[in-house]
């Protein structure tokens, strides 16, 4: 067997290794300049408390983001990790293509953010921007995928997350497939955080049926729900 091919076939084996050096042959955020992309860390629920209590509840050593837009809640989870002193990398799983709702200009600005280029959008680079602005590039990882590829990747790699926070698709069908795809890649005592519980229906819908197909407890509020393999995380998070 050539060097080159033994080196590409033991990729799910190597626990040890960060996605960051799995995934990116270079580092993603060389040679891009943060003052040409804007500060505006823009986001919906980014900053909510739940995601540092189970942070610093589950101090763990990876967490899976879906859905990250410009990088709010990601850097939010990172200075929460750094905070802590944990050994951690959060992996940002996004297209940066944006949804229905900020094609649709469902909310202001949200059109404008996606930062089309030749029709295609740039909203990747305000997110990278934001990472280097605020000094996190060494614990977020990019993976610019659809949700639905990064997770047969990261299933391919049998890599394990301790953290999922869900927050891409807000209809039903792809919520509903990322809550299975995220959930089954969780570690023992991992747990899945979602976004928009409760305010965006087909999310509710997606969580709520997800739950009860799998017979877990689900604990929420409008804005976000939580479904923890672990014992006595909901409780000590406030939900
Ligand atoms: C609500 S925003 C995320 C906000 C972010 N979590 C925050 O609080 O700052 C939703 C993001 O999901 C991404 N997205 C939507 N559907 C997706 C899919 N199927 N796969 C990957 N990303 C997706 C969009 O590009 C968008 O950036």
Redesign the pocket.
């Known amino acids: 067997m050539s060097g080159s091919t033994a080196s590409r076939l033991p990729l799910g084996n190597q626990m040890t290794q960060t996605l960051r050096e799995i995934l990116h042959s270079v580092s993603p955020y060389d040679e891009i300049d943060p003052e040409a992309w804007p500060d505006d860390l ?5 900053d909510h408390p739940v995601l540092g209590a189970a942070i610093e509840k589950l101090r763990p050593k990876r967490i899976v ?10 850097i939010n989870m990172a200075r929460i990790v750094r905070s802590l002193g944990l050994e951690c990398e959060i992996v940002c ?7 229905p709702e ?1 094609w649709l200009r469902a909310g202001p600005g949200w059109y404008e953010s996606l930062a089309l280029k030749n029709g295609y959008p740039q ?1 990747y680079y305000t997110f990278m921007g934001n990472v280097i602005r605020h000094g996190f590039q060494d614990i977020i990882t990019p993976m610019p ?4 590829s ?1 997770a047969a990747v990261l299933r391919h790699l049998k890599v394990t997350f301790d953290i999922a ?1 869900i ?4 209809e039903y069908a ?1 919520a509903k497939r ?1 809550f299975v795809a995220y959930w089954d890649l969780l570690s023992e005592n991992g747990a899945m955080i979602g ?1 928009d519980y409760i305010i965006w229906p087909g999310v509710t819908q997606a969580a709520n049926e997800f739950a009860l197909e799998r017979q877990l407890k689900i604990v929420g509020e409008p804005g976000k729900f939580v479904v923890s393999k672990g014992s006595g995380l909901t409780p000590a998070i406030g939900l």
């Open positions: 823009q986001g919906w629920g980014s983001e879906v859905g990250s837009w410009k990088g709010r809640s990601a799983v996004d297209t940066w293509l944006g949804s900020h909203l995928m659809t949700s639905e990064a926070y927050d891409a698709a807000h792809p990322d976004d």
